[in-house]
């Protein structure tokens, strides 16, 4: 029967359903996506991140989170391009720049996010994962004359993962 629900919200709707069904499911959620993309929403890109950083296709959830943040009409969430470019980055060894997705998150607030009554500073996950990241910056550094910037990192990932314990402390 003709419903209200537009096209393309339908495909990803069936998409988050396959895919959070599990790994079996995951290259149907694919093709979900993907007609998604075809429908020239953002979602489908975006989508398409989170099932190849589940498969493990790094490459190409990083391609995927790139043409979802050329979409304009409308535009993906800056937030959302900032967790999966964090992911991305992380998974490939770029921790500067994961650091810096994971810190424009939970540290920067902007007009959108006040409307929309988002704060993402008591999110847990990122926290963690920026508490992560920052750490194993720490892990790289080796050399004697390295110790002094290997503490202030150890320190800072300390500092993040407090912020998770004062939001939850049996994390």
Known sequence: AERDIPTWQRWNDYGIGLFLEGKAELRQAEQAFREVEALGR??????????????????EAGEAVRRAAAHENPAAPEWSLAWFSGLVNREQGRLVEAEENFRSIVDVTTAERL????DFSKDI?????????IFDRAEQLHADNQNAERESLLREAAKQFERTLAVDSEN
Do not use: H, M, Q, W
């Not at 953002?42 to 490459?59: K, Q, S």
């Not at 409307?115 to 988002?118: A, E, G, N």
């Not at 996950?125 to 990241?133: A, C, D, I, M």
């Open 115 to 118: 409307k929309r009554k988002f």
């Open 42 to 59: 953002y979602d489908g890109p975006l989508n398409l991140a989170r099932v190849y950083l589940r498969e493990g296709r790094i490459d």
């Open 125 to 133: 996950e990122v926290l963690n994962s920026l508490g992560r990241t």
